[in-house]
Structure formats: C-alpha cells, structure tokens
C-alpha cells in the first residue's frame, strides 16, 4: 500500500513556474514508477509525465515538453514537477500516481494521491 500527497498547487500569472511535490507513504517508494496527471475542467485525465524507479529515465506529454521537468529524491519518498513557462491551458487538478511499471495511462497505475489545483492566469 502507497499513499500519495501533493503539495506545490496555487495560482500564477502565465509564463511563471511552480514545482509540485508528491511525498509517499512507506519504505518502498523506490519500487515504484511514478507519474504525473492532471485533469482540466470538462476534461478526461490525462498524463503528464512518468519517471522509472531508478529515476533513469523520463516521459513526457508533448503538451508539456521543455517546459515541464519529473525528477524524483528516493531517500525523501518524494517526487517533484517542476512547471516553468506555465500557460492559461495548464490550468488543471494535477495528480501524482503510483505503478509497479511505468506507463503513460491511467490504468498504468495502482495508487493516486487526492491531487492539487493549478491555476493559470492570463
């Protein structure tokens, strides 16, 4: 069992940055792949980003590529999103999520956390 919690949500004007983290619960966080999801209003999930246990290697959304950066600190059971040049359609309930193999769909994964608002401004 892995519990998820995000933080790093808020409002910020377009073209500024905010970095999201999500801190995991138990002593195995660095058996797990970890992603990242948003969901806009009126809007399905969607993937943003996926990181592999290791951390060797990263998945992006072309909607987000070169602005969005997953990294991931094992020994912290945490993992980030770092959001720069944010724009208005970034807007969206961002979720971070848990799998036993990497993936870039929803049914990739086990475990959710309850997400965190991001608010981009025109």
């Known amino acids: 069992q892995v519990q998820l919690v995000e933080s790093g949500g808020g409002l910020v004007q377009a073209g500024g940055s905010l970095r999201l983290s999500c801190a995991a619960s138990?002593?195995?966080?660095?058996?797990?792949?970890m992603g990242w999801f948003r969901r806009a209003p009126g809007k399905e999930r969607e993937f943003v980003a996926a990181?592999?246990?290791?951390?060797?290697?990263?998945y992006y959304a072309d909607s987000v590529k070169g602005r969005f950066t997953i990294s991931r600190d094992n020994a912290k059971n945490t993992v980030y999103l770092q959001m720069n040049s944010l724009k208005p359609e970034d807007t969206a309930v961002y979720f971070c999520?848990?799998?036993?193999?990497?993936?870039?769909?929803?049914?990739?994964?086990?475990?959710w956390g309850q997400g965190t608002q991001v608010t981009v401004s025109s």
């Open positions: 999520a848990a799998a036993k193999v990497v993936g870039t769909t929803t049914i990739d994964y086990d475990y």
């Open positions: 138990g002593r195995t966080f660095s058996s797990y792949a």
């Open positions: 990181i592999r246990r290791s951390g060797g290697n990263t």
